[in-house]
């Protein structure tokens, strides 16, 4: 009967070699470490945390997928911001024109599930155009939520300047169907069931 295979079992079994062709010593990323600490947004740091997962492979794997999706979705929101950069300043001359430019930009976004980080306020926003007097292109404004209100903030008459965040988790509201209802007059309520 043949020993059982030996699998090395050490404190650095957990972390990913990896290397480039340039001949430069491999080094180890450790897929444990929060992402948080190196400046991510929330929706990158979801993190597969089961004590069931914590020593098998699959939960190795199933970490270092994830470790690599959160560096991918960090190399997209830092390009996306790189190259909207351009737009900053910019504006078009007719309310419709800036709100095609807010909208295409806004869908994009969306897409990676992204938004604008207000300058005043620092919440995750988004981009929209409103009508203004005076102002034949309209106002950018960034429409958030501050305390369950909904506001605006910005108002000028170009892009304004575009920092990246997550788009925040959305909050479940209660409705009128989960909150009990009083019976009509005259119905009959039974107790059966």
Known sequence: MA???ERPDSADSHCTQTSDKSGVEPKATNPKISNEAKGSTSSETAEI???EMEGNETGRMLKSLQWELNRIQRTVRQTL???????????LPTLSENRELANSIQKMLDTHSLRIRCPQCGHASIL????????L?????????????????????????????????????TTAKTRSQPAAAGEIRSKVG
Request: net charge positive; glycine share 12%; no cysteine.
């Open 128 to 135: 929209r155009v409103s009508p203004r007097k005076g102002m």
């Open 81 to 91: 911001q790189s190259k909207l950069q351009g737009l900053v300043g910019q504006s």
């Open 49 to 51: 945390r089961s004590p």
């Open 137 to 173: 292109g309209g106002a950018f404004v960034l429409d958030h939520t501050i305390d369950g209100k909904r506001t605006f903030h910005g108002g000028s008459s170009s892009v304004p300047p575009i920092q990246l965040t997550a788009k925040p988790e959305r909050k479940a509201k």
């Open 3 to 5: 020993a059982p295979e």
